[in-house]
């Protein structure tokens, strides 16, 4: 059974993903979330009622020993699945002027966005790898391209991310893998519930904030065979922000 792996897929872009993915690539979809039960529920419920299948995968990405027994333990166990794609979306920002950034929320940012997407591409590559086949797309962020003051820490794990994506996209190229980073601006989702849209619209050209869906189909462009010599990419979706 051909797979896709979305990490943060209880909420938000990663949902919108999973959903996108049934609907164009009609993959078995794993939902990863870290602790929001009801909302991955609801994730599985909205791809079953697109004609989808899916099952949820709870573990902290930043978590290597959770990542090796949930999901590591998944794979083990189901030899006829294949992860073909993987999207590794997970995150979270923990905004503040750098003075005040606690070392905590420093090693939180960087761990889930970061060194998250080591721990589940580590775990999924692989087989990738052996069957000569895949497509893994990272969520990074404007942050990561422009840095935005008051996120050092989501700037530097973004940045990270988009220079990782490169190296390991010109790695496994001629596995007929591919390694893609999607960019997004300003994304109405929980995590950017709290920011003013009506004042920071303002800045991007297109007047509005995205929505999930519209990234969605980027990432799922990216995981089609149709995108098949695109690698080692960051795609801006920004409404014009910077690019
Ligand atoms: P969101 O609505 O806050 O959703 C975050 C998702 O990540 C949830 O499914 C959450 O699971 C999951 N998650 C959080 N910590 C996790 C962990 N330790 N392990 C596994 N899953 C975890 O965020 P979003 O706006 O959809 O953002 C998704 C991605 O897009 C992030 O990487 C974010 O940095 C990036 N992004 C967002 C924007 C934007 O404007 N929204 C812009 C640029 C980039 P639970 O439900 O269990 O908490």
């Known amino acids: 059974m051909k797979c ?8 938000g872009i990663g949902r919108a993903v999973a959903i996108q993915l049934v609907k164009d690539l009609q993959l078995h979809i794993l939902i990863n979330y870290a602790s929001n039960d009801a909302a991955a529920l609801e994730t599985k419920s909205l791809i079953e009622a697109n ?26 166990t ?3 699945h294949q992860i073909e794609v993987l999207v590794n979306n997970a995150g979270i920002t923990k905004d503040n002027l750098f003075p005040w950034v606690t070392e905590s929320d420093w090693d939180q940012v960087i761990g889930i966005s970061l060194k998250g997407m080591y721990n589940v591409t580590q775990a999924v590559i692989q087989k990738m790898l052996r069957s000569r086949k895949g497509r893994i797309i990272n969520m990074a ?25 490169k190296a390991l996209s010109q790695e496994v190229a001629k596995r007929n893998i591919t390694v893609n980073a999607v960019a997004p601006g300003f994304i109405a989702s929980d995590m950017t519930s709290e920011l003013d849209e009506s004042e920071l619209k303002k800045m991007v050209p297109a007047n509005r904030f995205g929505q999930p869906e519209e990234v969605a189909h980027l990432v799922s462009f990216l995981a089609s065979e149709k995108a098949a010599y695109i690698t080692g990419e960051v795609i801006n979706i920004n409404g014009g922000i910077y690019g």
């Open 4 to 11: 896709a792996l979305v990490t943060g897929a209880s909420r």
């Open 51 to 76: 004609g989808g299948t899916a099952e949820l995968l709870k573990f902290k990405v930043e978590n290597a020993e959770e990542v090796k027994n949930v999901l590591g333990e998944w794979i083990n």
């Open 78 to 80: 189901h030899p006829d």
């Open 141 to 165: 962020s404007l942050s990561g391209l422009k840095g935005v003051p008051g996120q050092t820490n989501y700037s530097a794990a973004k940045g990270g991310m988009i220079a990782a994506t």
